[in-house]
Nanobody
Framework: QVQLVESGGGLVQTGGSLRLSCKAS????????IGWYRRAPEKQRELVAR???????IYTDSVKGRFTISRDNNKNTVYLQMNSLKPEDTAVYYCRHELKDYWGQGTQVTVSS
């Protein structure tokens, strides 16, 4: 069974940075597309970024140029580097195994103004 564990969230000021990690077990991240999603209060969950098996990445428009998704196959971990954070980035962030639809438990990111 696939398990995904997120970490790296926290409280940061506007303009700050955080790096989220999504550690996988039971599956190899290099053999799956992994997505980072977020759910802000009173908003629908949205896809933030995705890395495909071939390394292709996509981003939602609001984070382009600020966030970077990457993968470390040796550590079986997918990262989301978040720079120039804004209050509207405040949300619970989840990673998802796109093929098998497994989700992590989420990590809270709060950006103060």
């Amino acid at each position: 069974q696939v398990q995904l564990v997120e970490s790296g969230g926290g409280l940061v000021q506007t303009g700050g940075s955080l790096r989220l990690s999504c550690k996988a077990s039971g599956s190899t991240v290099s053999m799956a597309a992994i997505g980072w999603y977020r759910r802000a209060p009173e908003k629908q969950r949205e896809l933030v970024a995705r890395i495909s098996i071939d390394g292709t990445t996509i981003y939602t428009d609001s984070v382009k140029g600020r966030f970077t998704i990457s993968r470390d196959n040796n550590k079986n971990t997918v990262y989301l580097q978040m720079n120039s954070l804004k209050p509207e980035d405040t949300a619970v962030y989840y990673c998802r195994h796109e093929l098998k639809d497994y989700w992590g438990q989420g990590t809270q990111v709060t950006v103060s103004s």
